[in-house]
């Protein structure tokens, strides 16, 4: 099966600390993306890439980052300097085709203890 | 900037209506736009990909159209069930930008 897996589902975080969450792809798509879900709202975007070893900010990417070493991987890091990190964070993977849409993983939830 | 938003926030109909969803965007200079559906606590199901050029799509009980010119999509939903309760989302692709832009959803609750 074709798909986006996101790990750990849930994820818990202590004031100061840093947390990386995963996402991996089987898609072979060359864009991933991350998004930020909070209660009530939309997504917002926090980081996305293109290609390997190359990737851009989001609107809401202060506090946050990434790396993309292979194409089929794509984890965010929650550091310490995001002050309100509790949210659902949700990866997806489109091809690099403007008419193609997105797939999206089943989100992570992090919390701050 | 774009903006997209999503009327009515939430909406409580009795099983076996027909009901549609409306998500409305102020730039009409976009790719395409997708309709999506969230379970609560899940990630998203893409339900329907309606392309700039196209003014609607169909998939079983759904139809999504869009008129690009006035910055309008909707979603009907025929023969409501139970199991369509959920929120649902829409987003768009617009040019210039790679990323989708997103609106708050609809969360749909379906009485039987």
């Known amino acids: 099966d074709g798909g986006i897996t996101q790990s750990p589902k849930y994820l818990f975080r202590k004031e100061g600390q840093n947390v990386t969450l995963s996402c991996e792809q089987n898609?072979?798509?060359?864009?991933m993306y991350w998004y930020r879900q909070d209660p009530g709202q939309g997504l917002r975007l926090i980081y996305y890439?293109?290609?390997?070893?190359?990737?851009q900010k989001g609107d809401i990417a202060e506090g946050y980052s990434v790396s993309r070493e292979k194409k089929e991987s794509f984890p965010l890091t929650v550091t310490s300097a995001q002050k309100n990190p509790t949210a659902f964070y949700l990866c997806?993977?489109?091809?690099?085709?403007?008419?193609?849409?997105?797939?999206f993983g089943s989100g992570t939830r992090l919390t701050v203890v | 900037k774009q903006e997209v938003t999503q009327i009515p926030a939430a909406l409580s109909v009795p099983e076996g209506e027909n009901l549609v969803l409306n998500c409305s965007f102020t730039d009409s200079a976009i790719y395409n736009l997708q309709w999506f559906r969230q379970d609560p606590g899940k990630g998203l199901t893409s339900l329907l990909l309606?392309?700039?050029?196209?003014r609607e799509q169909t998939s079983g009980r759904l139809n999504a159209s869009l008129d690009k010119s006035s910055g309008r999509s909707t979603l009907y939903i025929a023969a409501s069930q139970p199991g369509d309760s959920a929120t649902y989302l829409c987003a768009v692709r617009e040019t210039g930008r790679r990323a989708l832009t997103f609106g708050s959803g609809t969360r749909l609750q379906v009485q039987p």
């Open positions: 997806a993977a489109s091809p690099d085709r403007v008419d193609y849409g997105y797939t």
């Open positions: 898609l072979n798509h060359d864009a």
């Open positions: 890439s293109q290609i390997v070893n190359d990737f």
């Open positions: 309606i392309q700039s050029s196209q």
